[in-house]
């Protein structure tokens, strides 16, 4: 039997592009820690943002932009992410997605549900969550997206935890033993108080 040649070089370039596209596919999020939305509009749509290099029709959209940011109520959450919406589409502007990436990178990470808390269905969730996110980190949309089937995560996280059927009643009820003793004392004392001046008078 004639053996086949293997060429363990060209295995391992092989390996490692294979490697490389895989980690390809995840962004890395835009970076910038803003209070708001709004503020972070102001930020991203400020005219000057695009007069280095001078873009003259970029500057003139900044400027009907940022005049609409500044006119709108920092509360006014549907008519801030139209705006963003715009700024992004006519701008060519990225909004942070750092603060939200953490925050569903920490809740969805699989080793979360490994291990005392092991469970096969919420762990294939967050196993499918985790990976969108990473595939998804620059994207401020998709991210949005994901936090609403995250909040579906936490809430079955939390139930897991600490949703066990036990009920921590008990405990709130022998937090106040060492109150009703007190008050007891003090009120038989004062009434064995009250009986001796009764008898003294007598």
Known sequence: MQEDNINFEEIGKGETTNADQSS???????????????AELKARCAPEN???PYEPEKVSRANE????VLAT?????????SLRLRAMEELG??????QL???????CNPKNFTGD?????????????????LMNADNIFALEEIAYEADELVTLYNKATFGSGVSHQPEIEESWWPLFWLVATIFAFILIG?????????
């Open 93 to 98: 502007v990225k909004f942070s997605t750092e």
């Open 50 to 52: 695009f007069m280095n």
């Open 73 to 81: 109520n920092a509360q006014a959450d549907e008519k801030l992410k």
């Open 101 to 107: 990436f953490e925050k569903l990178t920490a809740v």
């Open 194 to 202: 009250v009986i001796l001046i009764m008898f003294e008078n007598r």
């Open 65 to 68: 932009l940022y005049a609409e």
């Open 117 to 133: 808390s092991y469970n096969k269905e919420r762990l294939e969730l967050a196993n499918g969550l985790y990976q969108q996110i």
């Open 24 to 38: 390809s596919l995840f962004k890395q999020p835009i970076r910038g820690c803003y209070e708001s939305l709004h």
